[in-house]
């Protein structure tokens, strides 16, 4: 019997749900809200979680990774009303099981759920039955959900020889990650040769990738191994690989396809038995529209990806990672140890880190040089330019919500006046009936009204309402 939890405010839809889940012969709980679904993953030992997307405090999608890395870390099906491409497409890169719409029918909600138990059910058979491995992650710091998704990443890619491709904004640590992979790979023994793409220059980059003979060009003295076989029976690395030269991404591809290449100057072909990792924070899609990359080495490239999360998505990390920096920063200058004011750990997390990691890192270095002699950071020791962009943010955010309250406030008039204000209208109105009623008869509206005729025609003045006769 699994256990089943379904995340709804719907009241309606959690009762279908659980009535399709028990008739199944399985357990079913509902949570009418994302706080009390994060408390009950945290707590509880679920299978499967049906998550809607728009719930009353939040959407589902930003709770997903931390549903994910639960203590059972459940498999996820997305729930939602609301046909979203882009939701669709979240969901899955953020590794929901399936993302499916309320309306769909009972047959394929149940398909749905059979499939993901199954997975469940052979996923954890070979993890019982697998050797626990300890994962090296040299450099990469921190335990936020958005990063340990990622290392689930890398501990599937070192386990085959696929080509791996790694995306994310720049300074997110994309050969950390790439190092990792093959520190965890069967070619760890191996080198782990890097090529930095935007550095290569044009008139050398095949001699530099594929290697010389002696005399092959001026200045050719003696014979060079390129990087390709540098590599062999280890891992190659193509950092910023949306920089390859076009007219070297038609070589590069063939010597994917055969892992064969040709030195400058030999006639005879060599052969090259490398893992190869590609990063890129380019968005090579748009690349290839714009035949700018070439659509059949993308396809090549990405066997296997790897989505790096910017820091501002693993904020949770940033006190581990102040913390790491600091203290080796400290260590490498003969600093002692140093703390850290509330202040000055609050204004990092409210920075949006646009550089990610590699500015952090940065920042923090600088901080160190500012406060040399004190014991403690303060927000003071930091860069001008974040304290600005914090106050200012803060600032903004504060007026927003004044003139949000001033708005509503001028929107809302004392209750006496709005007392008077329906008042006079329901009086327009009735005057306005009464005197139809009785065709315009005074004599008449004071014995319907029970008004006496001064009195009906001060009301009558005062509302601006003309007999007809």
């Known amino acids: 019997m699994a256990e089943i939890l379904i995340v709804d405010d719907d009241e309606m839809m959690c009762s279908t749900l659980s009535a399709l889940v028990t008739r199944k012969g399985h357990a079913a709980l509902s949570a009418m809200t994302l706080k009390q679904a994060l408390a009950m993953t945290e707590q509880g030992q679920f299978d499967v979680v049906f998550l809607d997307v728009q719930m009353p405090d939040g959407n589902g999608l930003d709770a997903l990774p931390a549903i994910e890395m639960s203590p059972s870390k459940p498999e996820v099906i997305i729930m939602t009303g609301y046909g979203d491409p882009n939701g669709a497409e979240l969901a899955i890169k953020s590794g929901a099981w399936d993302y499916i719409e309320k309306g769909f029918s009972i047959k394929e909600i149940t398909l749905s759920l059979e499939r993901a138990l199954q997975y469940r059910k052979e996923k954890l058979e070979v993890v019982r039955h697998r050797k626990p491995v300890s994962l090296k992650r040299d450099g990469i710091i921190g335990s936020s959900p958005a990063l340990l998704s990622c290392l689930d990443q890398v501990a599937q890619a070192a386990a085959s020889d696929a080509n791996v491709f790694i995306t994310g904004e720049t300074g997110t640590g994309k050969e950390l990650i790439a190092r990792a992979v093959h520190d965890n790979s069967q070619r760890r023994q191996e080198n782990f040769v890097v090529v930095d793409c935007t550095s290569l220059p044009e008139t050398l980059v095949e001699s530099l990738l594929f290697g010389h003979e002696k005399g092959a060009f001026t200045g050719a003295d003696r014979a060079q191994d390129g990087l390709v076989l540098q590599a062999h029976k280890g891992t190659l690395f193509l950092d910023e690989v949306g920089e390859l030269p076009p007219v070297l991404q038609k070589a590069f591809l063939r010597v994917l396809q055969e892992r064969r290449f040709r030195p400058l100057g030999q006639s005879k072909e060599k052969t090259s038995d490398f893992r190869l990792i590609a990063a890129t924070n380019r968005d090579l899609d748009a690349m290839v529209e714009a035949g700018r990359f070439r659509s059949d080495l993308l396809f090549r490239l990405r066997s296997f990806v790897i ?48 550089g990610n990691v590699r500015e952090l890192v940065n920042t923090l270095e600088r901080a160190l040089a500012a406060a040399h002699f004190d014991q403690t950071l303060y927000s003071k020791h930091l860069p001008s330019h974040i304290r600005v962009h914090v106050r200012r943010a803060e600032m903004e955010n504060s007026s927003t919500e004044k003139n949000d309250l001033n708005l509503n406030v ?60």
């Not at 989505?307 to 998505?313: A, C, D, N, S």
């Not at 990390?317 to 400290?330: A, Q």
């Not at 009623?437 to 601006?464: E, F, M, N």
């Open 307 to 354: 989505e790096l999360p910017p820091l501002r998505e693993r904020m949770e990390d940033i006190h581990i990672l102040t913390r790491h920096y600091v203290d080796k920063f400290c260590a490498r200058y003969g600093m002692p140890s140093k703390g850290f004011a509330p202040e000055f750990l609050e204004m990092l997390s409210l920075y949006p880190w646009p």
């Open 410 to 469: 001028s929107d809302i008039p004392k209750l006496q006046d709005f007392r008077e204000a329906i008042y006079q209208q329901a009086e327009n109105e009735y005057l306005l009936k009464l005197m139809a009623t009785s065709a315009d008869d005074i004599p008449a509206a004071c014995r319907i009204s029970g008004l006496s005729q001064s009195r009906l025609y001060a009301l009558l003045k005062k509302h601006g309402i003309a007999r007809k006769n």
